[in-house]
């Protein structure tokens, strides 16, 4: 019976499959971004977070751990010095996928998978938003005249006792 066993298999045996996604996760930690396929994204992602959240303590006990799945010391000091400050204040979700489309040859579904914190488009996007546009009706424009003339008013009063302030 199959009871419980829902993670994809990505047509590979059990040794090939921990192969394979070891050395995605490597190759995701030494470039923070790589490009595959969509299925293996989603199966890399379920397998690279907890190995992340394991670098946010950094312990011997848990650098062995992960020593242990990865087996390369380049990408497990990578983890545990560079990326586990930038993750240290988020709860989870270290990884992002974005589609791309799908491949030419046999038209499978491929994707970015990345780290979040390394993104520097998203990040600039974040810190500086664009200012809301608000919509305008087309009813009466006489509310509007009304607002605006005390808030002409406004400035001249300001700026005529900006000189006596000073």
Same mark, same amino acid.
């Given at each position: 019976?199959?009871?419980?066993?829902?993670?994809?298999?990505?047509?590979?045996?059990?040794?090939?499959?921990?192969?394979?996604?070891?050395?995605?996760?490597?190759?995701? /930690?030494?470039?923070?971004?790589?490009?595959?396929?969509?299925?293996?994204?989603?199966?890399?992602?379920?397998?690279?977070? $907890?190995?992340?959240?394991?670098?946010?303590?950094?312990?011997?006990?848990?650098?062995?751990?992960?020593?242990?799945?990865?087996?390369?010391?380049?990408?497990?000091?990578?983890?545990?010095?560079? /990326?586990?400050?930038?993750?240290?204040?988020? $709860?989870?979700?270290?990884?992002? /996928? #974005?589609?791309?489309?799908?491949?030419?040859?046999?038209?499978?579904?491929?994707?970015?998978?990345?780290?979040?914190?390394?993104?520097?488009?998203? #990040?600039?996007?974040?810190?500086?938003?664009?200012?809301?546009?608000?919509?305008?009706?087309?009813?009466?424009?006489? $509310?509007?005249?009304?607002?605006?003339?005390?808030?002409?008013?406004? $400035?001249?009063?300001?700026?005529?006792?900006?000189?006596?302030?000073?």
């Amino acid at each position: 019976m199959r009871h419980n066993k829902k993670f994809n298999h990505l047509s590979r045996k059990k040794a090939h499959r921990d192969a394979l996604l070891a050395n995605m996760t490597i190759a995701l /930690i030494m470039r923070k971004r790589i490009f595959t396929t969509l299925a293996k994204a989603k199966a890399l992602r379920v397998y690279a977070e $907890p190995l992340i959240n394991r670098a946010k303590d950094d312990s011997m006990s848990n650098r062995r751990l992960v020593f242990s799945y990865l087996q390369n010391k380049e990408a497990v000091t990578e983890l545990f010095r560079e /990326i586990a400050q930038k993750i240290a204040d988020r $709860p989870g979700g270290y990884t992002r /996928i #974005l589609k791309t489309g799908n491949r030419l040859g046999d038209n499978a579904s491929m994707c970015f998978i990345e780290l979040v914190d390394y993104n520097e488009n998203m #990040l600039k996007e974040k810190g500086a938003k664009k200012a809301g546009r608000t919509r305008r009706s087309r009813r009466s424009s006489k $509310p509007a005249a009304e607002t605006a003339a005390p808030a002409a008013e406004a $400035p001249a009063a300001e700026a005529t006792e900006a000189p006596a302030a000073e």
